[in-house]
């Protein structure tokens, strides 16, 4: 069961343009919504996080969108650069108790053209 | 200051051979998580440690799969019995409960290719 659905599986921007990926999920006790960021050969890096309270979250030329009662949550990265380049993964879970256990999409193959 | 880190980084074995992996996390931190990620995909959970708690082993696809951790400190994922479907990067995560950001940190990985 795929509790978290990211799309598009791979996306060409040109740069300077804004890359936008969109993740759903299922589970309505999750809580907690990190993005991912991989570069080839490396383990996942944080890029940006949000929790349920806010609907949206901006942290430099990155922001995630959320949207609670679609069970929606996106990554729009503004003036996209080649060194933004990299496989993005989205993420959720249920923080406390048990662990945070992440839960992920299968990711994003971002390209940023020159 | 030191990340996690993970060896070996590349690991060939024979179908049906043991295989342990080595996870190192930032010092300090309480809670350990190992996730395996086939070519392609997203990365799955598959077990968890927080200090001296019972691991979270709800990840853990067969009982071929076991994983220890002494304390705090160093974690050891085995896999018995390699079939060509564990090929897969295994990846370990290291947490401070406490922080509000619940950040992972991830290490490198460890490539398995069973042949």
């Known amino acids: 069961q795929q509790q978290v659905k990211q799309s598009p599986q791979s996306l060409i921007v040109q740069k300077g343009g804004i890359s936008i990926i969109n993740c759903a999920y299922e589970n309505t006790a999750f809580d907690y919504f990190p993005w991912y960021q991989q570069f080839p050969g490396k383990g996942p890096a944080l890029l940006i996080a949000i929790r349920p309270d806010v609907s949206e979250k901006k942290e430099g030329r990155f922001t995630i969108s959320f949207n609670k009662s679609a069970k929606q949550f996106s990554l729009h990265i503004m003036d996209s650069q080649p060194g933004d380049s990299a496989t993005y993964f989205c993420?959720?879970?249920?923080?406390?108790?048990?662990?945070?256990?992440?839960?992920f999409g299968t990711g994003t193959q971002l390209k940023v053209e020159l | 200051g030191a990340g996690v880190s993970q060896s070996p980084s590349n690991k060939v074995t024979e179908k049906g051979k043991d295989v342990e992996l080595r996870c190192d996390p930032i010092?300090?931190?309480?809670?350990l998580y190992w996730y395996r990620q086939r070519l392609g995909q997203g990365l799955e959970f598959l077990i968890y440690?927080?200090?001296?708690?019972?691991?979270?082993k709800s990840g853990l696809p067969s009982d071929r799969f076991s994983a220890e951790r002494t304390g705090e400190s160093v974690s050891t994922l085995t896999i018995q019995r390699t079939q060509q479907e564990d090929s897969a990067v295994y990846l370990c995560?290291?947490?401070?409960?406490?922080?509000?950001?619940?950040?992972?940190?991830f290490g490198p990985g460890t490539r398995l290719t069973v042949t």
């Open positions: 995560a290291s947490s401070s409960p406490g922080q509000w950001t619940y950040e992972q940190y």
């Open positions: 993420a959720a879970s249920r923080v406390g108790g048990g662990g945070n256990k992440l839960t």
């Open positions: 440690f927080q200090g001296n708690s019972a691991p979270d």
């Open positions: 010092s300090g931190h309480t809670a």
